[in-house]
């Protein structure tokens, strides 16, 4: 048996006629850039996410980014982010001219809310918590701590769209939550995509008008901006798909059920734990092991194709070596860069392809 770790065809196939006449149609009015198809999909995410805006843009990194300088980071500023993510949600804070400062994660994987006002200093401006693998932050105490502090909050929701914490929808709680449409994404595009939700109108003009060289009328530019655009074929494309995403999301959180289940009382794996009280959108299912090397090619002889989220936590990527941290800094971001290992999950995958993945993890821990 083969089990590719995404299978993005096997998606493609349910939704092939939709997915081509999008296509065609886009082709046809030759909305490449702008127009119906983007107005469309910006209008029908905020509707759908129960946001009052979102702002289109072209991937998740940008996302981050234009919403950090649209809040007025920039020189001087420190923002704290979590020593667990992408490396999206570091670099954009370089970028904007500000420093990064890591805080070490929780048991979820997340900014340990319990070390984050050690973090904050007079230099602080905000904080990004990364609602890593699709499960939400706990976004009550990060916001009190902020509102304590005053200092603005960026959600990163690459990999939590709809999840929800305390029946409040990410990226709706923070002053910014920012999304990436990339095609492996829980909602994912056929290239790059992305967007920001936000609840204040003038921040959601600021972060249009800056995406879009600094002018929300052609030819009249407040300021200057960056080029940032969702392309129609993505944007048509991303409007199918968003029909399906709460069934997609409830088939995620089936999986992820049924994995919890198969494998919940063997020794030696240790499944994901769950905060109480959110759902979990399941972008990825990540388990712990001790020998992950040795278990991951013993999975890959078998057929089935893993992910590890990530090997190297931030702190200490060569991009990061100037900041010198040392592993007692990030203990938990430290031990666990060489534990996680992520599991095949998607939509569509069977439950005879899950048992497959689970016999083939028995006989490995057990022999
Ligand atoms: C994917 C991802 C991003 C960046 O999104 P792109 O669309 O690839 O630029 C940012 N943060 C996290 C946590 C991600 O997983």
Not at 197 to 222: F, V
Request: glycine share 8%; hydrophobic share 40%.
């Amino acid at each position: 048996m083969h089990i590719p770790f995404v299978d993005l065809h096997a998606q493609y196939l349910t939704i092939k006629s939709a997915i081509d006449k999008a296509i065609a149609d886009t082709i046809k009015n030759t909305s490449f850039i702008g127009g119906a198809p983007v107005e469309n999909f910006e209008r029908s995410y905020a509707e759908a996410y129960e946001a009052p805006y979102f702002v289109s843009c072209a991937n998740g990194t940008d996302a981050i980014y234009i919403a950090l300088k649209m809040i007025g980071i920039g020189p001087g500023d420190e923002v704290i982010t979590t020593a667990h993510s992408w490396i999206s949600t570091s670099e954009v804070i370089t970028q904007a001219g500000a420093k990064p400062v890591f805080v070490d994660v929780d048991e979820f994987y997340h900014l340990d809310v319990t070390r984050l006002e050690t973090a904050i200093t007079p230099a602080t401006k905000a904080i990004i918590p990364v609602h890593l693998f699709g499960q939400p932050v706990d976004m009550p105490t990060i916001m009190s701590i902020a509102e304590k502090h005053g200092l603005k909050v960026i959600e990163d929701c690459a990999q939590a769209h709809f999840a929800e914490i305390a029946g409040r929808r990410v990226g709706t709680i923070g002053d910014a939550g920012t999304f990436s449409f990339y095609p492996g994404k829980n909602l994912g595009a056929y290239g790059d995509a992305g967007g920001v939700s936000t609840c204040d109108k003038d921040l959601a003009e600021l972060m249009r008008m800056y995406a879009r060289h600094g002018a929300l009328r052609k030819h009249e530019h407040q300021m200057e901006g960056i080029n940032s655009r969702l392309d129609g074929l993505q944007a048509a494309i991303l409007s199918v798909k968003l029909d399906h995403i709460h069934d997609w999301t409830k088939a995620r959180q089936t999986v992820a059920g049924l994995y919890d289940e198969l494998l919940g009382d063997i020794d030696g794996i240790s499944i994901p734990r769950r905060r109480s009280d959110t759902s979990h959108v399941f972008h990825l299912y990540v388990v712990q092991v001790d020998d992950r090397e040795q278990l991951q090619r013993h999975l890959r002889e078998h057929g089935i194709q893993t992910g590890i989220h990530y090997p190297t936590a931030l702190p200490y990527m060569p991009a990061y070596r100037y900041l010198g941290s040392r592993p007692e800094d990030f203990p938990n971001a430290c031990r666990n860069q060489d534990r996680i290992l992520s599991l095949p999950i998607f939509p569509e995958i069977t439950n005879e392809q899950v048992e497959y993945v689970v016999s083939t993890l028995k006989r490995y821990v057990r022999s």
